[in-house]
C-alpha cells in the first residue's frame, strides 16, 4: 500500500526527515513513537500533503502512485487520511457544510453525481454513532468551541465519513481522558478492516492497550531507528527513550 | 483648475432650467450651496480623510448631468416583481436620479407615512421636510454641497410618529443610459418620534460598458424612540463609480442601524457620518466590500457621542482580491460630557493576494474617562492552516478559500435584521465568492427586463 523510501523533508530550509524507510500493507497497523521533536508530526504532515514542507530527496508510493505529486486533497481522495494532533478550528463554516463538501469533491473526483440530502444524513448519523458525537456538534462552527476530547472524536467521525485506505493519526490521544480514550480507539478498531491501515504516532503506551499495533518503530533525529513487534512500545515505557538515544548517539561519534 | 468649478459654473448658467425642474425647498438651499462650494477646493489625495481617494480624478470624466430632466414616461413597477422568496417589499424605483411613478396600489404603506419622490413631496407640503433638507447634512463637506447644488430629485421617507412600517421598504437606483452619466440622489428619512421603518437600496446598473458617477448624499433624523434601519446594497458595475455621503441624527433612545454592503462595484467612496444627540441612543454602523480585480472601496466614519449613556458598535470587513485596493478610516468621538458611552470599532480585512492592498486608520478621540471604548484593526491573509485542514479532507484549494472568505463574512451577515435579507445576502456572498456575478441574474430581483418595458 505505502512505500517510504529514503524520505528526507524540511521546513523554512531545517531538515526534520533525514531518509525515512518504512512500507505499510494492508490489514496493518504502525505504531510511530519518539520524543519531543524526532520528527513524527513532520511526516505525518509530509505524507499528507502540507504545502509548508518540501521534500528534499525520496520517494513515496501508494497503491504503485507517486504520492508526493499529489496535492492534498488529491491525497485525501485516494484515501490518505490525517488525524490532526491540533484539529483547526474554522469559525463560520458549519460540520455539515464541511463534510457535504468533502463527500462531494470527492465523489467529483471519481466522477460521481453529489451525494443526495436524504443519504448525506443518513450517512451522518451512521457515522457519529461510532464515535459517539452530539448531533449538535455537528451543527456547530468546524472544531469551534469543541472540548479537546470532542475535537479528536470529530476527527474520528470525519475518519469514518470519508473510509479511508490509510489513516494516519497524529498523537490523537494526547488530550484525552481515559473515556474519550476509550472511544476513539473504539472507532479506530470498529473501522478497521484487512483492507485498510493505520498509523499511529504516540507518545505512550496507553493508546496502543487499546489501539494494538503490529509494528512499532522509534523515529529519532529524523530516522526510523528501531522497528519491532508491540513489545518494543512496552520496554520504552519502562526504560524511556535515553538508552535508544545513547545507543543511536554513540553510532554517530 | 477646481474640478468644482466646472459645476458651478454649469448651475450658474442653466439655472433656470435645474430650479424649474426642481421644488422651491430645494432650490433655496442652492445658494448656500454653491457659497459653500465655491469657497472650498477639493481635497487633494493624500490629504487627512482622503488618503487613498482622488476626489478630482473621480470628477474627472465628462459625465453627462440630466438637469433638463428628460422624463420616464413607463412605470416600472407594473412589471416588476421581487422573486427572491419572503422577500416582500413596498418598492420604488430611482431611474439614474429621477423618482420613477410608482403604482402604490400593491405597496401598502400605514396612513400618514409617506414614500416618495423628493421634488413632490417637497413642492407639496415643503413643512415636512423644511427643518431638515440640507440640514442634516454639513454643507461643508464639498461633496453634499456639490450634491445640494444639482440634486432635482430624489426620495422622501417620512414615518410619522408611533407608526410602525412592518414591510420593508425598498429603493431600486438604477443607472441606464447610452452615455457617460453623472447621477445626483439625494434621500431624505425622518423618523419621527417611536416610529419603525426599514429601508433598503439596492444600485444596480443596466449598461455594464457605460461609465457611470453616482453623488449621493442621504439624511437621516430618528427621532426619540425611533427604530430604522437602512441597507445599503451595492451591485453595480466595473465602471460605476459611487460617492457618497451619509448623515444621521439620533435623538434619545433612538436606535438605528447601517449596513453599507458593496458586492460588486467599480470605485467606491463611502462617508458615514453619526451624531448621537440623545441619551441611550444606540447605532450599529456595518460594512462589507468584495473587491476583486481592479476595483477600489474607501470607507469614512464619524461617530460622534456628543451626550452621555450612548451605544455604538462599528464593524467593517473587506475581502480584497487580484489588484484591488481598499481603505477604512473610522473615527469615534465622544464629548466632553458624554460619560457612559459604550463606542466599538473594529475593522477587518482579508488580502488574498500579494497585489492587492488595504489601508486601515481606526481613531478615537475620547475626552472623558468614564467610558468604554475599543478600536481596532487587522489585515491578514486566509490562515494557510485552515486550508490545509480543508484540504486534506479533500476540499480543493479553491473550494476550501471560497469558503473561508465566506466564513469571514458571517458576522457581517449575521447582523442584518431583516431575516429574509439576511438569507439572500448569504446566497448573493457565496455566488460572489465563487465567482457567479452576483450582479443582477444572482439577486432575483430581475429589475432589468422591467427596464426593458421603460
Given at each position: 500500500m505505502l512505500k517510504v523510501k529514503n524520505l528526507h523533508a524540511e521546513i523554512n530550509g531545517k531538515e526534520i526527515l533525514k531518509g525515512i524507510n518504512l512500507e505499510v500493507r494492508p490489514g496493518e497497523v504502525h505504531a510511530i513513537m519518539g520524543p519531543n521533536g524526532s520528527g513524527k508530526s513532520t511526516l505525518s504532515m509530509v505524507l499528507s500533503g502540507n504545502p509548508a514542507y518540501t521534500v528534499t530527496d525520496g520517494e513515496v508510493e501508494f497503491y504503485g502512485k507517486d504520492l508526493l505529486e499529489m496535492p492534498a486533497e488529491v491525497r485525501s481522495h485516494e484515501g490518505v487520511f490525517l488525524g490532526f494532533q491540533y484539529p483547526v478550528e474554522i469559525p463560520g463554516v458549519s460540520m455539515v457544510n464541511f463534510m457535504r463538501a468533502a463527500i462531494n469533491e470527492k465523489r467529483k473526483y471519481f466522477g460521481q453525481e453529489p451525494m443526495s440530502a436524504t443519504d448525506f444524513l443518513k450517512l451522518m448519523r451512521e457515522k457519529r454513532a461510532i464515535v459517539d458525537l452530539d448531533n449538535k456538534l455537528a451543527s456547530r462552527s468546524v472544531n469551534e468551541g469543541f472540548s479537546g476530547g470532542e475535537k479528536k472524536?470529530?476527527?474520528?467521525?470525519?475518519?469514518?465519513?470519508?473510509?479511508?485506505?490509510?489513516?494516519?493519526?497524529?498523537?490523537?490521544?494526547?488530550?484525552?481522558?481515559?473515556?474519550?480514550?476509550?472511544?476513539?480507539?473504539?472507532?479506530?478498531?470498529?473501522?478497521?478492516?484487512?483492507?485498510?491501515?493505520?498509523?499511529?504516532?504516540?507518545?505512550?503506551?496507553?493508546?496502543?492497550?487499546?489501539?494494538?499495533?503490529?509494528?512499532?518503530?522509534?523515529?529519532?533525529?529524523?530516522?526510523?531507528?528501531?522497528?519491532?513487534?508491540?513489545?518494543?512500545?512496552?520496554?520504552?515505557?519502562?526504560?524511556?527513550?535515553?538508552?535508544?538515544?545513547?545507543?543511536?548517539?554513540?553510532?554517530?561519534? | 483648475?477646481?474640478?468644482?468649478?466646472?459645476?458651478?459654473?454649469?448651475?450658474?448658467?442653466?439655472?433656470?432650467?435645474?430650479?424649474?425642474?426642481?421644488?422651491?425647498?430645494?432650490?433655496?438651499?442652492?445658494?448656500?450651496?454653491?457659497?459653500?462650494?465655491?469657497?472650498?477646493?477639493?481635497?487633494?489625495?493624500?490629504?487627512?480623510?482622503?488618503?487613498?481617494?482622488?476626489?478630482?480624478?473621480?470628477?474627472?470624466?465628462?459625465?453627462?448631468?440630466?438637469?433638463?430632466?428628460?422624463?420616464?414616461?413607463?412605470?416600472?413597477?407594473?412589471?416588476?416583481?421581487?422573486?427572491?422568496?419572503?422577500?416582500?417589499?413596498?418598492?420604488?424605483?430611482?431611474?439614474?436620479?429621477?423618482?420613477?411613478?410608482?403604482?402604490?396600489?400593491?405597496?401598502?404603506?400605514?396612513?400618514?407615512?409617506?414614500?416618495?419622490?423628493?421634488?413632490?413631496?417637497?413642492?407639496?407640503?415643503?413643512?415636512?421636510?423644511?427643518?431638515?433638507?440640507?440640514?442634516?447634512?454639513?454643507?461643508?463637506?464639498?461633496?453634499?454641497?456639490?450634491?445640494?447644488?444639482?440634486?432635482?430629485?430624489?426620495?422622501?421617507?417620512?414615518?410619522?410618529?408611533?407608526?410602525?412600517?412592518?414591510?420593508?421598504i425598498q429603493l431600486v437606483n438604477i443607472f441606464s443610459s447610452d452615455c457617460p452619466l453623472m447621477a445626483f440622489r439625494r434621500l431624505l428619512i425622518i423618523a419621527e418620534e417611536n416610529s419603525q421603518a426599514q429601508l433598503l437600496i439596492c444600485d444596480h446598473t443596466q449598461n455594464q460598458e457605460q461609465d457611470f458617477l453616482s453623488l449621493q448624499t442621504i439624511e437621516i433624523v430618528a427621532k426619540a424612540g425611533a427604530h430604522f434601519d437602512l441597507y445599503d446594497l451595492e451591485e453595480s458595475s466595473h465602471r460605476t463609480k459611487r460617492i457618497s455621503t451619509l448623515y444621521v441624527r439620533q435623538e434619545q433612545d433612538s436606535n438605528v442601524l447601517v449596513d453599507g454592503i458593496t458586492l460588486t462595484n467599480g470605485q467606491t467612496r463611502n462617508e458615514y457620518y453619526a451624531s448621537?444627540?440623545?441619551?441611550?441612543?444606540?447605532?450599529?454602523?456595518?460594512?462589507?466590500?468584495?473587491?476583486?480585480?481592479?476595483?477600489?472601496?474607501?470607507?469614512?466614519?464619524?461617530?460622534?457621542?456628543?451626550?452621555?449613556?450612548?451605544?455604538s458598535n462599528e464593524l467593517f470587513?473587506?475581502?480584497?482580491?487580484?489588484?484591488?485596493?481598499?481603505?477604512?478610516?473610522?473615527?469615534?468621538?465622544?464629548?466632553?460630557?458624554?460619560?457612559?458611552?459604550?463606542?466599538?470599532?473594529?475593522?477587518?480585512?482579508i488580502v488574498v493576494t500579494d497585489t492587492a492592498k488595504m489601508h486601515s486608520k481606526p481613531q478615537l478621540e475620547i475626552y472623558n474617562d468614564d467610558v468604554k471604548c475599543s478600536h481596532g484593526t487587522a489585515i491578514g491573509q486566509l490562515d494557510p492552516q485552515q486550508v490545509f485542514y480543508m484540504r486534506a479532507r479533500g476540499l480543493s484549494e479553491d473550494v476550501a478559500k471560497t469558503l473561508l472568505k465566506q466564513a469571514f463574512m458571517a458576522d457581517v451577515i449575521d447582523g442584518v435584521r431583516l431575516p429574509a435579507l439576511k438569507d439572500r445576502l448569504r446566497m448573493l456572498v457565496e455566488k460572489r465568492f465563487s465567482g457567479v456575478d452576483a450582479n443582477c441574474t444572482a439577486c432575483g430581483a430581475d429589475c432589468m427586463s422591467t427596464l426593458e418595458h421603460i
Open positions: 472524536r470529530n476527527e474520528i467521525f470525519q475518519m469514518a465519513v470519508l473510509e479511508p485506505k490509510l489513516s494516519i493519526l497524529d498523537e490523537t490521544d494526547s488530550g484525552l481522558d481515559i473515556d474519550a480514550l476509550r472511544i476513539v480507539a473504539g472507532g479506530v478498531n470498529t473501522l478497521k478492516s484487512e483492507n485498510n491501515a493505520t498509523i499511529v504516532i504516540t507518545h505512550y503506551q496507553r493508546l496502543l492497550d487499546y489501539i494494538k499495533p503490529d509494528f512499532v518503530h522509534i523515529l529519532y533525529k529524523g530516522r526510523i531507528v528501531k522497528t519491532a513487534g508491540p513489545e518494543l512500545a512496552l520496554e520504552l515505557e519502562e526504560k524511556g527513550y535515553d538508552w535508544i538515544k545513547a545507543e543511536i548517539d554513540k553510532n554517530e561519534l | 483648475m477646481n474640478a468644482l468649478k466646472q459645476y458651478i459654473d454649469l448651475y450658474d448658467e442653466h439655472r433656470q432650467l435645474v430650479d424649474s425642474n426642481s421644488a422651491p425647498l430645494l432650490n433655496e438651499r442652492r445658494a448656500e450651496a454653491r457659497d459653500a462650494l465655491s469657497a472650498c477646493v477639493l481635497p487633494k489625495k493624500g490629504s487627512e480623510n482622503y488618503e487613498h481617494t482622488d476626489l478630482s480624478a473621480m470628477l474627472a470624466t465628462d459625465y453627462g448631468i440630466n438637469i433638463a430632466r428628460q422624463p420616464m414616461s413607463v412605470n416600472p413597477a407594473a412589471s416588476f416583481r421581487c422573486d427572491v422568496p419572503n422577500m416582500s417589499t413596498a418598492l420604488f424605483f430611482l431611474i439614474n436620479d429621477a423618482w420613477a411613478r410608482t403604482d402604490n396600489s400593491f405597496n401598502k404603506i400605514p396612513e400618514g407615512v409617506v414614500i416618495g419622490s423628493l421634488r413632490k413631496v417637497a413642492a407639496e407640503r415643503p413643512e415636512l421636510l423644511a427643518d431638515y433638507y440640507g440640514k442634516v447634512a454639513d454643507m461643508s463637506n464639498p461633496m453634499v454641497a456639490l450634491n445640494t447644488l444639482l440634486a432635482q430629485d430624489g426620495m422622501v421617507v417620512y414615518i410619522p410618529k408611533g407608526t410602525v412600517v412592518e414591510k420593508p448621537l444627540d440623545g441619551r441611550n441612543a444606540s447605532l450599529s454602523l456595518l460594512g462589507m466590500g468584495i473587491e476583486d480585480d481592479d476595483r477600489r472601496i474607501d470607507t469614512y466614519s464619524l461617530i460622534s457621542h456628543n451626550v452621555s449613556d450612548c451605544t470587513k473587506y475581502v480584497l482580491d487580484d489588484n484591488a485596493r481598499g481603505a477604512f478610516c473610522g473615527r469615534i468621538y465622544v464629548a466632553p460630557y458624554a460619560t457612559k458611552t459604550e463606542a466599538y470599532q473594529a475593522n477587518r480585512n
